[in-house]
């Protein structure tokens, strides 16, 4: 377990961009309308967001970055740390952000990191990203987080193909001695990683010609080991457990009250499923817990950056709040951030 104090860092803005091209549960050639019918109200993801295979996380973020960058004024030249957090990155060398950091035309002298940590991934950014920014030494960070996780998997694997959405965000981190502080926890089980990975195409089993074969699992679960894989109860099984002890152990270590403290539970959309047996578990007021998996799917490490935009836009722009955030995915790794916000600048989501 790996906690953190960061102090003196605050979140300017925030915003997110999504493929301009929606796809309906019923629109996937695998289901019955019944059967689609069955998935959104039981997973509850009835829209998604698809990139064309011409549009790769780094564009959607960095429309994202431009777009934020103009809307809070920031002089290019100001920005001292760009963090690309995906496991989709352009090419497997060089770093995706030092590609970005020239597309953006941020400083030479900017501090450049990819980080392909999944679904954990905002809040790995904000521990990242906060920790070099809370001496002073450095003064304003952007934190890109997207995924174009669609076409990591099989296209005939039902287990997984419509659990995902596409997008890239862009989050405004600044020090700023009067910030109040940010809380995070961190873990990892790496022993469960086989729950959720792509078990060919890296050095430990290069792509061969076995990696294009696709095999049937049965239930519609049809994929080659080249493809991203899901083992569903495994995964179930993780993310109701683990966060949920992480979210009381946040509590209890800063004296929170998860009812008079905390404004918002910001929780991975990972599914309907999940997220409800969580809030059931900790026992949550449903209405501090926005919901958007049934507009924008499963996003990966953008989930907790994209429900701001989505969801709490007019009050982080208009009243301070303490959001407390849960992620869980690729590892397999889970985390809660506590971060106080106020007059966050939230640029709404542009369609690429």
């Given at each position: 377990m790996a906690?953190w104090r960061i102090?003196?860092?605050a979140?300017?803005g925030?915003?997110g961009t999504?493929?301009?091209n929606?796809?309906?549960?019923a629109?996937?050639?695998?289901f019955t309308r019944e059967e689609?019918?069955?998935f959104?109200?039981?997973?509850?993801i009835?829209?998604?967001?698809?990139a064309s295979?011409?549009?790769?996380a780094?564009?959607?973020c960095?429309?994202?970055?431009e777009?934020?960058?103009?809307?809070?004024?920031?002089t290019?030249?100001?920005?001292?740390?760009?963090?690309?957090?995906?496991?989709?990155?352009?090419?497997?060398?060089p770093p995706t952000?030092?590609?970005l950091?020239d597309r953006l035309?941020?400083?030479?002298?900017?501090?450049v990191l990819?980080?392909?940590m999944?679904?954990?991934g905002?809040?790995?950014?904000?521990t990242?990203?906060?920790n070099?920014?809370?001496s002073?030494?450095?003064?304003?960070?952007?934190v890109?987080v997207?995924d174009?996780?669609?076409?990591?998997?099989?296209p005939?694997d039902?287990?997984?193909?419509?659990?995902?959405g596409?997008?890239g965000?862009?989050m405004?981190?600044?020090y700023?001695?009067?910030?109040e502080d940010i809380?995070?926890e961190?873990?990892t089980?790496g022993?469960g990683?086989?729950a959720?990975m792509?078990p060919?195409?890296?050095?430990r089993?290069?792509?061969?010609?076995?990696?294009?074969?696709?095999?049937d699992f049965g239930?519609?679960i049809?994929?080659?080991?080249?493809?991203?894989?899901i083992?569903?109860?495994?995964v179930?099984?993780?993310a109701?457990?683990k966060?949920?002890?992480?979210?009381?152990?946040m509590?209890d270590d800063?004296g929170?009250d998860k009812d008079?403290?905390v404004?918002?539970f910001?929780i991975?959309?990972?599914?309907?499923l999940?997220v409800?047996?969580i809030?059931k578990?900790?026992?949550?007021?449903e209405?501090?817990?926005p919901y958007?998996?049934?507009?924008?799917?499963?996003l990966?490490g953008?989930?907790?950056?994209m429900?701001?935009v989505?969801?709490?836009?007019?009050d982080?722009e208009?009243?301070?709040?303490?959001?407390?955030c849960?992620?869980f995915?690729?590892?397999?790794?889970?985390g809660t951030?506590?971060i106080k916000t106020?007059?966050v600048k939230?640029i709404?989501?542009?369609?690429?």
């Open positions: 906690n102090n003196n860092v979140l300017r925030v915003t999504v493929p301009n929606p796809v309906k549960t629109d996937f050639p695998f689609a019918d069955i959104d109200a039981t997973v509850g009835r829209n998604r967001y698809i295979d011409s549009i790769c780094s564009d959607l960095f429309d994202a970055a777009r934020l960058i103009e809307g809070l004024g920031w290019k030249e100001s920005i001292d740390v760009l963090l690309f957090v995906s496991v989709t990155g352009d090419y497997k060398t952000s030092a590609i950091q035309g941020l400083p030479t002298s900017t501090f990819d980080l392909p999944g679904c954990c905002c809040m790995y950014g904000i990242v990203a906060g070099l920014l809370s002073g030494t450095v003064k304003r960070a952007l890109l997207g174009t996780a669609m076409r990591m998997g099989s005939k039902k287990s997984r193909v419509p659990l995902f596409d997008s965000t862009a405004a981190l600044e700023d001695t009067t910030a809380f995070v961190m873990n089980l022993s990683y086989q959720l792509t060919h195409g890296g050095y089993h290069p792509v061969t010609k076995e990696s294009f074969e696709y095999e239930k519609g049809i994929r080659a080991p080249k493809d991203a894989l083992n569903g109860m495994d179930f099984s993780f109701i457990s966060p949920p002890i992480s979210v009381r152990k509590l800063f929170l008079k403290d404004d918002y910001l991975h959309q990972a599914n309907k999940i409800d047996r809030v578990k900790l026992k949550l007021d209405a501090k817990v958007n998996l049934q507009e924008f799917g499963n990966g953008a989930s907790i950056p429900l701001m989505s969801e709490l836009a007019k982080m208009t009243r301070p709040l303490t959001l407390l849960s992620a995915g690729l590892g397999l790794t889970w951030m506590v106020k007059q939230v709404p989501i542009y369609k690429l």
